[in-house]
């Protein structure tokens, strides 16, 4: 066995052996493997020395989100607006009742009843006679739409037109009260603008709504005037009305003017 110095001054021996030898020379060469593999590493990671080692080298995944930022508008354009979904009809399935006369409409459950006035039930103004004026002139002027009634279960609905102010053609409502009771409001959007519907409760001496029933009257803008409540009824209960009575209101509600 040789014994020979390197340039440290350390002395190593040489077993001469060639299996000792190759073995040399696999450990180089996975020295230098290894090193290189470290060398790639540390440039796409950083090894900082304080980092503790693991057998195992974990694998690191990053999902990257793509962020997309809206294009500008254009100068003096108007960005667009996400679309609506429509509203839904709330009055699907009612019927449309039109007056082309004095230019409305509003809307109505199947099971309700809509009446002009009957030329029975015109009156013609003593100074109208007077001045030469026909009750035949007069009802062809006006006609039996300048009085509409909305019969609905236990309630009812009178619509009169500007002309008939003061029922001047027609009684279109109601004109007294025979008990007393508490005064009664509501606030109605009516084609896009809030009124306020003022009247009574009248409680007799029963629940039936010949005794205890309610009379409520709003006017338009435009002079119409409209009155609900509960129709006279032996049987029915003012408990029998304020079953449909959010269905009245919803009728006086559709009420619409016509361009």
């Excluded at 090193?35 to 694998?59: H, M, Q, Y």
């Excluded at 609905?152 to 004109?175: D, K, L, M, W």
């Excluded at 009247?199 to 009379?215: A, D, I, K, S």
Aim: overall charge negative; glycine content about 12%; hydrophobic content about 30%.
């Amino acid at each position: 066995m040789d014994e020979r110095t390197d340039l440290s001054g350390h002395t190593s021996r040489q077993t001469g052996q060639p299996g000792s030898r190759r073995r040399g020379r696999q450990v180089a060469l996975l020295l230098v493997i290894g090193a290189a593999i470290a060398a790639v590493g540390c440039g796409v990671v950083s090894c900082g020395e304080d980092e503790p080692t693991t057998d195992a080298t974990p694998t690191v995944t990053v999902k990257v989100t793509p962020t997309v930022q809206p294009s500008p508008a254009a100068e003096g354009e108007t960005p667009e607006t996400p679309a609506t979904l429509e509203a839904e009809d709330d009055y699907a399935g009612w019927l449309t009742y039109t007056n082309d006369v004095y230019g409305y409409e509003f809307r109505y459950p199947s099971g309700a009843e809509v009446a002009e006035t009957p030329i029975g039930g015109f009156r013609l103004p003593a100074e109208e006679y007077e001045a030469g004026v026909t009750f035949e002139d007069a009802y062809d002027l006006h006609t039996g739409k300048v009085c509409v009634t909305v019969s609905y279960e236990f309630g009812y609905i009178n619509i009169s037109a500007p002309p008939n102010e003061g029922f001047r053609y027609v009684i279109c409502g109601r004109t007294g009260r025979a008990y007393e009771g508490p005064d009664r409001e509501d606030s109605l959007l009516i084609d896009g603008t809030t009124y306020t519907a003022g009247g009574f409760e009248e409680q007799g001496p029963g629940e039936t709504l010949n005794y205890h029933n309610e009379t409520l009257i709003l006017t338009l803008d435009d002079g119409t005037r409209i009155e609900y409540g509960a129709g006279p009824s032996e049987t029915a209960t003012f408990e029998d009305y304020l079953l449909i009575r959010d269905d009245l209101l919803r009728i006086v509600q559709s009420y619409h003017k016509l361009p």
